[in-house]
């Protein structure tokens, strides 16, 4: 178990919903990083945010947001659903490592979105 | 931005073989390569990591290997088993003091362990 809770674990829904997944981070950590994991696409790097604020922006749609709140934990919001959608939606937090001499990511679960 | 380039994508080797992963980055900026390792359904676990200042860092049966010149890095596994039967991203950082921020994937390899 790394720590990070991330729920739904699986979510079914149709195109054009709307859906929110939430993470709640390893405790006392205040980085939350989102990535997607389409087939075939290896892990894309989506938005991180740290202790409430926006830190970095990576390959994520409009139609996406995040957002973290004061008590660390994070959601992300996707809306107007496609088929292309269809991923697995990782969180992560970041944790000191001794033995790597930096901070690592340590990535929760997964939420499983199948959009049909 | 940062281009991370992994080979091959799919990859079977006999149980008890060795196996080599390699992945280019195309920022000389980077300073982190971790080496992630997920099983199927399973969210991806660090298995080893090395830094820019450091040419080699072993693990066992797992060694990584950087060449900061040519912009490549190696996973090496030997003695592989079948456990080690998964699917490996290699990543490159640019975040300030290396690390968990900027970091790039590679698309993975799957990696085949024949009994």
């Known amino acids: 178990d790394s720590g990070v809770t991330q729920t739904p674990k699986h979510l079914i829904t149709a195109t054009g919903q709307r859906v929110t997944l939430r993470c709640s981070p390893r405790s006392g950590d205040l980085s939350v990083y989102w990535y997607q994991q389409s087939l075939d696409q290896g892990l894309q790097f989506l938005i991180q945010y740290y202790n409430g604020e926006e830190r970095a922006k990576g390959n994520i749609l409009e139609r996406f947001s995040a957002q973290q709140f004061p008590d660390l934990h994070s959601e992300l919001n996707l809306s107007s659903l496609e088929l292309g959608d269809s991923a697995l939606y990782f969180c992560?937090?970041?944790?000191?490592?001794?033995?790597?001499?930096?901070?690592?990511?340590?990535f929760g679960a997964g939420s499983r979105l199948t959009v049909l | 931005g940062e281009n991370v380039e992994q080979h091959p994508s799919t990859l079977s080797v006999q149980e008890g073989d060795s196996a080599v992963i390699k992945c280019t980055y195309s920022d000389s900026a980077s300073n982190y390569f971790p080496w992630y390792k997920q099983e199927l359904g399973k969210r991806p676990q660090l298995i080893i990591d090395i830094r820019s200042n450091v040419g080699e860092k072993k693990d066992q049966r797992i060694a990584v290997t950087l060449n900061k010149t040519a912009k490549h890095f190696s996973l090496h596994i030997t003695e592989t088993q079948p456990e080690d039967s998964a699917v490996y991203f290699c990543a490159a950082s640019t975040g300030p003091g290396g690390g968990a921020d900027g970091l790039t994937f590679g698309k993975g390899t799957h990696l085949i362990i024949q009994p």
């Open positions: 992560a937090s970041s944790v000191f490592a001794s033995s790597s001499g930096a901070n690592v990511l340590t």
